[in-house]
T-cell receptor, first 112, second 116 residues
Framework: AQKVTQAQTEISVVEKEDVTLDCVYE???????LFWYKQPPSGELVFLIR??????QNEISGRYSWNFQKSTSSFNFTITASQVVDSAVYFC?????????FGKGTKLTVNP | NAGVTQTPKFRVLKTGQSMTLLCAQD?????MYWYRQDPGMGLRLIHY???????AKGEVPDGYNVSRLKKQNFLLGLESAAPSQTSVYFC???????????????FGPGTRLTVL
């Protein structure tokens, strides 16, 4: 069965600290996709990244980076030099032959 | 492009009342979805559509109906609202290239519904 676990319910950091949000998934599919979404306090869901299971290269986009490790079924998200505007709930999701499954989210608070 | 829009943004209903939530997208996406978000539960799929005139059940379809009469619109109906349907409802759409569970979904701003 599919499952996405975001073990960190809440994280609090001080501005400029680096922070890593963990995501562990379970699936029987050999082809699948992984996603991260951001939900700021205003409530909308913002797409951040989509990665397919055959592409294990890490990705960097500005202060954001993603580490995909198939061996440990993890797709972790790192924010470098965090800023107050990064405060949000972040959701990891996995989709394949069945449905798109979301984790329960990690609430990140970046304090000035 | 407005992307995905939802109407209304907020609504308060009494138990037993009915209402329709409207979702519209201007990205010419084939697939559209309705989710509900509850504290501690993450996002759960209610219904989805893979094209005009088609709908399918998601994870939590009971108490809801949907219609997709036009490609750009996806309506979510509550025939007899219950307090358990108090939630934030999100609509999403996707291009339809790879599948309803593997496409990138783009979300609307959400509708906060309270049922008293």
């Amino acid at each position: 069965a599919q499952k996405v676990t975001q073990a960190q319910t809440e994280i609090s950091v001080v501005e400029k600290e680096d922070v890593t949000l963990d995501c562990v998934y379970e699936t029987r599919d050999t082809t699948y996709y992984l996603f991260w979404y951001k939900q700021p306090p205003s409530g909308e869901l913002v797409f951040l990244i989509r990665r397919n299971s055959f592409d294990e290269q890490n990705e960097i986009s500005g202060r954001y980076s993603w580490n995909f490790q198939k061996s440990t079924s993890s797709f972790n998200f790192t924010i470098t030099a965090s800023q107050v505007v990064d405060s949000a709930v972040y959701f990891c999701a996995q989709g394949g032959s069945e449905k798109l499954v979301f984790g329960k989210g990690t609430k990140l608070t970046v304090n000035p | 492009n407005a992307g995905v829009t939802q109407t209304p943004k907020f609504r308060v209903l009494k138990t037993g009342q009915s209402m329709t939530l409207l979702c519209a997208q201007d990205m010419n996406h084939e697939y559209m979805y309705w989710y509900r978000q509850d504290p501690g539960m993450g996002l759960r799929l209610i219904h989805y559509s893979v094209g005009e005139g088609t709908t399918a059940k998601g994870e939590v379809p009971d108490g809801y109906n949907v219609s997709r009469l036009k490609k750009q619109n996806f309506l979510l109906g509550l025939e007899s609202a219950a307090p358990s349907q108090t939630s934030v409802y999100f609509c999403a759409s996707s291009y339809g290239a790879t599948g309803e569970s593997t496409d990138t979904q783009y979300f609307g701003p959400g509708t906060r519904l309270t049922v008293l």
